[in-house]
């Protein structure tokens, strides 16, 4: 029986992590965001990094630590409204934006995994999101090549996996993980509860595609925006 200590998640990030790297990162504002492998990459000092993700998540918080410590130069991603040191980065020029409608994004996360090259849409034909991009017609109706993603590292968080890579999300955390998952030539997914083998009628993204599986420590699990309403009269609690 061996004795070697399995490497922390620090020390897989810092092992994986090096300036100019397209990283592509799961979640959706802060519901399924890797947090422990994001702090990780923070504390790798990597930089001049392009992000992938769908938002950037919120100040001080998921992918926002990345912000803070100026380790992100590009970022592509479908909606950045909820952080604003993200919106003055941008507006001071400090930060490249590549913003792609979310199913277009999504799409290239997929296509990249899938080994597709290139696709066309509709969404976004004669808007500024296709200026510079070929088009082409198709029954009489113009669409915009959209490209692949393939990222250098991608991260994701997932409710269940096993010793094999295997991955199970739930919920809504599931969002944008299955698909940057086989969008990164390499992959590291923590994960909340780590076990021996999950049924593979469950299995959500396969263990081929996962490089690294971490067991997530525990954390509160942060709300973006808390949104409630007084109880009607008489109601209970």
Do not use: W
């Not at 979640?27 to 990597?46: H, M, Q, V």
């Not at 969008?183 to 083998?197: I, M, Y």
């Not at 997530?216 to 009607?232: G, N």
């Amino acid at each position: 029986m061996s004795n070697t200590t399995p490497p922390s998640t620090a020390e897989i990030i810092a092992g994986l992590a090096h300036d100019g790297m397209t990283i592509a990162v799961g979640g959706f504002g802060l519901c399924g965001i890797p947090s422990d492998l994001i702090e990780a990459l923070r504390d790798s000092g990597a930089r001049d990094l392009t992000i992938v993700s769908n938002n950037m998540g919120v100040d001080g918080k998921g992918l926002g630590l990345l912000l803070e410590n100026h380790q992100v130069t590009k970022v592509v991603a479908s909606y950045v409204g909820e952080n604003k040191l993200f919106a003055r980065q941008y507006l001071d020029g400090d930060l490249e934006v590549e913003f792609n409608p979310q199913g277009t994004l999504a799409e290239r996360l997929r296509a990249g995994g899938a080994g597709i090259p290139a696709f066309y849409t509709r969404t976004g034909v004669g808007t500024a999101v296709a200026e510079g991009k070929p088009t082409a017609d198709f029954d009489g109706i113009t669409y915009v090549q959209e490209r692949g993603i393939i990222a250098d590292l991608a991260l994701v968080h997932a409710h269940t996996g096993d010793a094999h890579g295997n991955l199970r999300y739930r919920l809504a955390a599931r969002n944008f993980n299955p698909a940057v998952a086989t969008s990164g030539l390499v992959t590291v997914a923590e994960v909340e509860h780590l076990v021996d083998a999950l049924d593979p009628e469950l299995v959500h993204t396969p263990g081929v595609y996962v490089a690294h599986t971490i067991q997530a420590r525990e954390r509160a699990k942060d709300i973006e925006q808390r949104t409630v309403r007084p109880l009607p009269t008489g109601a209970v609690a």
